[in-house]
């Protein structure tokens, strides 16, 4: 999806505004000979900054903050759900044991 098709889907949302966001880092499209390509996991980016601005009104320098905040929170899901897919090929045994140890921890 090209950077027009990308305002498009935002009726208060300018060229401008977005290009400004892709120069801050915020949202990372790649960069074709054509233009800016946004993937779907970039629109959805897009989309979340929106919110955070006009939806919940944060103020723009905190947006770095926020961003920074919940690519943290992700990326331990990503490895939370590894740590759930390697025990879930351990022996029942390792597995239970695992589980033990947790339960102590809580």
Do not use: K
């Amino acid at each position: 999806m090209d950077i027009t098709a990308v305002v498009a889907l935002f009726s208060d949302l300018s060229r401008i505004e977005l290009t400004t966001w892709v120069e801050r880092g915020w949202v990372v499209p790649d960069a074709e000979p054509s233009g800016l390509v946004f993937r779907e996991i970039d629109v959805a980016r897009v989309r979340l900054i929106h919110d955070l601005r006009r939806g919940m009104d944060v103020g723009e320098d905190a947006i770095p903050l926020v961003l920074s905040l919940l690519d943290q929170v992700y990326e331990l899901r990503c490895r939370l759900n590894g740590v759930v897919q390697v025990l879930a090929t351990q022996p029942a045994d390792v597995q239970r044991a695992v589980v033990d140890a947790l339960r102590l921890r809580v």
